[in-house]
């Protein structure tokens, strides 16, 4: 009498591994899209030849008035090259707001070549077509 014998269960464990990775990754990208974009307020003006930059490791805000924000904090043009400095390799781009005089982009560019740095960029934002 074999068909009245009771057979074991199995445990199906390949679909919940499908499960479970799905979870996992699902659970990723919603932190990744929590996670708030860091950014400088600044009417960059607009280039129709605009490259690609790596990510760079300073990022300096020139605004209309002349004040300087070097990662979200004001510092002086003083202040600048003495930070500069103490960083290795730094990689500095440079986010000047649109009506920025020329001067003060120069004098910002000039502190950061004074401290050593030689990677600078300035950031633009494409031209709409």
């Not at 479970?20 to 659970?27: D, K, R, S, T």
């Amino acid at each position: 009498m074999q068909y009245l014998e009771m057979r074991k269960g199995r445990v199906e464990i390949i679909p919940m591994i499908d499960i479970m990775l799905f979870l996992l990754v699902f659970f990723i990208m919603v932190t990744l899209r929590m996670i708030p974009a860091q950014g400088l307020p600044a009417h960059l003006p607009g280039s129709s030849t605009a490259q690609q930059l790596p990510k760079p490791k300073v990022t300096l805000a020139l605004h209309k008035d002349g004040t300087l924000d070097m990662d979200g904090k004001a510092v002086t043009l003083a202040a600048l090259t003495a930070q500069l400095r103490t960083r290795a390799d730094a990689q500095v781009t440079i986010a000047a707001s649109r009506g920025v005089p020329v001067q003060d982009l120069v004098k910002v560019m000039d502190a950061c070549r004074s401290a050593g740095v030689s990677a600078i960029g300035l950031a633009t934002a494409p031209l709409a077509r």
